[in-house]
């Protein structure tokens, strides 16, 4: 399945824009810098509460102390409020970026040049709103894992 769901709106991921993936990046024992994996998420344009939208996601890179794309198999990011998503700089694009209020994202599997990302939890849809508005979000999708930035020719 692709998809990514926000409340009962569906959204299928696109790859045309380099905007969907996850990045793994090396230890670089130079600069004393751990290795890092991060994730975006660009969708093809969508309703959402009769609103033509396309939403986004950002997980910012995320230390870990695996020494290899495939050693992510199992691994599991959680953010428990909206100020560590807000401090992480992790957003989810609907009508504008706004900061998640917790979520859990996942590497479920890996084929060949592709990684299966789970994930869910709440997002700031509208952050004008007194009180903001809020909705949960699943992810459930497959999407280009790159090393370098030469991975890129293998998805154009």
């Known amino acids: ?15 045309e824009d380099r ?16 290795a890092q994996w991060s994730i975006d998420i660009s969708c093809r344009k969508g309703k959402y509460k009769g609103e033509d939208v396309s939403p986004s996601i950002c997980i910012n890179p995320i230390d ?16 428990e409020n909206i100020e560590e998503c807000d401090e992480r700089e992790d957003t989810f694009y609907v009508f504008e970026h706004e900061p998640m209020c917790n979520y859990e994202i ?5 084929n060949g040049d592709k990684a299966h990302i789970v994930g869910q939890g709440k997002l700031v849809v509208d952050g004008y709103a007194d009180p ?7 992810i459930d999708c497959w999407v280009p894992i790159i090393l370098s930035v030469d991975d890129w020719e293998k998805f154009e």
């Open 19 to 34: 905007g969907t993936c996850l990045m793994y990046f090396e230890a670089d024992e130079e600069y004393e810098e751990s």
């Open 64 to 79: 870990t102390d695996k020494k290899s794309v495939e050693e992510l198999v199992g691994i599991k990011h959680v953010v």
């Open 106 to 110: 996942s590497v479920e599997e890996l």
């Open 1 to 15: 399945m692709k998809m990514v769901k926000i409340g009962d709106f569906c959204f299928e991921e696109k790859w």
């Open 132 to 138: 903001y508005t809020v909705d949960d979000f699943e």
